[in-house]
């Protein structure tokens, strides 16, 4: 007994350094795949600001300027340097894409361990040196000169960048996801030593609320280092980090502050490509419109049901999940519509004739209409349909405000929104 309650202690010593200390977030436990454990960081000295008009500004830390200068839009750079140790082994450059990467060029250490790369860049570039014992990432931009200097058996405890100030906001930006990581890793290793299933369910039924506890944190930190590096274009890459369909406004901000900047490079190209796509949306943000024909054919707009709370049905007849939610929205609508509730049940069938029948067979309630194309719908691609069932909860002035739930999840929403009918 007093083992578990050990272990049972130990966990909300957990949550409560989530709670009250360290901060970050990320899908499912949060943890994000990028970062790896540093035991060594840099931290950035002057703040590098890029301007519009092609210039560095250059801020001392208490933001004081200490000097104004051209900033290169394209052309070489170098990266050199010495792996202590290193001695014949042989490292790889990569360029760093969205969700992949590319080998650029590769070289044995000579006989000192030293190294050189040098190529043309069209913009800030995100790179990895691969080593024999870790990695390191950094940015680089036309015109700079990087010097690295590591350890051969500890290249992340012990190692010196030198000639790229981004170099260093890289690494920091990477301190800021570790905090997560290394919470979630103190909880998986607790996890692995609880033999108690009953305590080990405990902790799982605890586990949700703590994943997002740490998502919160890790959002706040990744915000705040955005917003102090300003321009620097690692803040490109943070923000590619953010929830976006949470964080909406704030990555807007950031994508129209980088649209003048660095308006074709692939960080930006990937930012500005959520908020296309995520933005229509977003919670807070007035559903785009729909369109459909019912069961006669006459034209149906979402736009009609705006003075009510409105529930979006996205389904199809291929879907039994979508199909076995019927009865039960259907319950859910009798119980609330006199209170002002609607469904606008979008089917994305092909065949109007399945529809139809299903709509019949389970008796569906509300306003069916059916958008046929399947995922290539219009209204599927607006609203970013991928797979069904999908439901949305819209406002009485047609805004989201609740997204990806059941209807069990939607019922309980509904009974708090209308006073708290059962």
Same mark, same amino acid.
């Given at each position: ?57 250059? /801020?001392?830390?208490?933001? !004081?300027?200490?000097? +104004?200068? &051209? %900033?290169?839009?394209?052309?070489? *750079? @170098? ?127 605890? /586990?949700?609320?703590?994943? !997002?506890?740490?998502? +919160?944190? &890790? %959002?706040?930190?990744?915000?705040? *280092? @955005? ?132 709509? !019949? ?62």
């Amino acid at each position: 007994m007093i083992r578990y309650l050990l272990i049972v202690f130990s966990f909300v010593l957990l949550l409560s350094s989530c709670k009250n200390g360290g901060d970050s977030t990320s899908e499912s436990t949060g943890k994000d795949s990028s970062s790896t454990k540093r035991d060594s960081v840099l931290e950035s000295k002057y703040i590098h600001k890029d301007n519009p008009d092609g210039t560095t500004t250059i /801020l001392s830390p208490n933001g !004081e300027v200490v000097r +104004i200068q &051209k %900033t290169m839009k394209e052309g070489p *750079f @170098i990266v050199e340097g010495t792996i202590v140790g290193g001695k014949g082994f042989n490292i790889i450059l990569d360029r760093l894409e969205v969700g992949t990467y590319q080998p650029l060029f590769d070289q044995d250490l000579n006989n000192e361990g030293k190294f050189r790369f040098e190529m043309d860049a069209k913009g800030p570039e995100l790179m990895r040196l691969r080593l024999p014992k870790g990695v390191l990432d950094f940015v680089v931009k036309p015109g700079e000169h990087l010097t690295f200097t590591a350890d051969f058996n500890k290249p992340m405890e012990n190692f010196k960048i030198e000639g790229a100030y981004e170099a260093e906001f890289v690494m920091e930006m990477y301190r800021v996801l570790d905090i997560t990581n290394n919470k979630i890793e103190d909880v998986e290793t607790l996890q692995d030593n609880i033999k108690d299933h009953k305590i080990l369910n405990l902790m799982n039924d605890t /586990l949700p609320a703590y994943w !997002e506890k740490l998502n +919160i944190e &890790k %959002t706040a930190n990744l915000k705040r *280092f @955005i917003t102090r590096i300003d321009t620097a274009y690692t803040a490109l890459l943070a923000a590619a980090r953010l929830d976006c369909e949470k964080n909406i406004e704030f990555i807007e901000a950031v994508d129209k502050k980088f649209s003048k900047l660095y308006p074709n490079t692939p960080a930006y190209k990937a930012l500005h490509e959520k908020v296309i796509v995520y933005a229509p949306v977003a919670l807070g943000r007035i559903a785009p419109e729909i369109m459909g024909n019912d069961a006669k054919g006459t034209s149906i707009r979402l736009s009609s049901t705006k003075g009510k709370y409105t529930l979006i049905q996205f389904w199809g007849n291929w879907q039994d999940d979508a199909l076995n939610q019927l009865p039960e929205l259907k319950r859910i609508y009798n119980k609330y519509h006199s209170n002002g509730f609607e469904i606008l049940s979008v089917n994305l069938d092909d065949d109007r004739s399945q529809w139809v029948s299903a709509v !019949e067979d389970y008796k569906a309630a509300g306003i069916m209409i059916n958008d046929p194309g399947k995922f290539g719908a219009a209204s599927a691609q607006t609203y970013m349909i991928s797979d069904i069932p999908r439901l949305y909860l819209l406002d009485k002035d047609g805004r989201f405000i609740y997204k990806h739930f059941t209807p069990a999840e939607l019922d309980k929403k509904l009974s708090m929104l209308m006073g708290g009918k059962k």
